[in-house]
């Protein structure tokens, strides 16, 4: 039973999950580039900040793998790859998107995946979020958080940069265009 819902987890995160986090990468790049070559990039970046401490918050209080905090912090690159050539940008995203297949290749030959970190997969963790004790969940949160910002880097922030560029590099010839 248990590899059964650990197979249906790996299947609805391959087949959906990871599809809306480089649509919305590719969003986000699109809307940083319009945001900035709209109201500047002071505005920018004060949206950022708000974002990545919605991210912390939602990161440590309902889900670890919240991808908030690192669209902050990957987004500090933004408007210095918004003065980038519209070459330059499809090349780094390629760069990127290469980076990340070796990434990946080199985590499955070493044995390396993403840990567990569904809510169901342990009984103590089932544990400590029905006893209601905050102090106890935000330390498993913190945890759950140093193993989800360990690996990510590695596992899925080449996609997410790649992604950015992408959709930076689609609003050069869509963003002259009328709204």
């Given amino acids: 039973h248990r590899q059964h819902d650990r197979r249906c987890i790996a299947e609805i995160q391959a087949l959906f999950e990871a599809k809306f986090v480089l649509i919305f990468s590719f969003l986000f790049g699109y809307g940083a580039a319009r945001q900035i070559a709209t109201h500047g990039e002071g505005r920018y970046r004060r949206r950022?900040?708000?974002?990545g401490l919605l991210g912390i918050a939602h990161g440590l209080l309902?889900?670890?793998?919240?991808?908030?905090l690192a669209y902050a912090l990957l987004g500090m690159i933004l408007p210095l790859a918004a003065r980038w050539s519209l070459g330059r940008l499809l090349k780094a995203a390629a760069l990127m998107w290469l980076l990340a297949i070796l990434t990946h290749a080199l985590l499955a030959i070493v044995g390396i995946t993403e840990p567990d970190t569904t809510i169901g997969a342990d009984a103590a963790v089932v544990a400590v979020h029905r006893?209601?004790?905050?102090?106890?969940?935000?330390?498993?949160?913190?945890?759950?958080?140093?193993?989800?910002?360990?690996?990510?880097p590695l596992i899925t922030l080449p996609h997410v940069a790649g992604m950015f560029f992408l959709g930076m590099a689609?609003?050069?010839?869509l963003g002259t265009a009328p709204l």
Avoid: N, T, V
């Fill in 48 to 51: 950022l900040l708000a974002l």
């Fill in 170 to 173: 689609a609003f050069r010839p």
């Fill in 62 to 68: 309902l889900f670890a793998g919240d991808i908030l």
């Fill in 131 to 152: 006893s209601g004790d905050f102090l106890a969940i935000a330390r498993y949160r913190l945890m759950e958080w140093a193993i989800f910002y360990g690996l990510a």
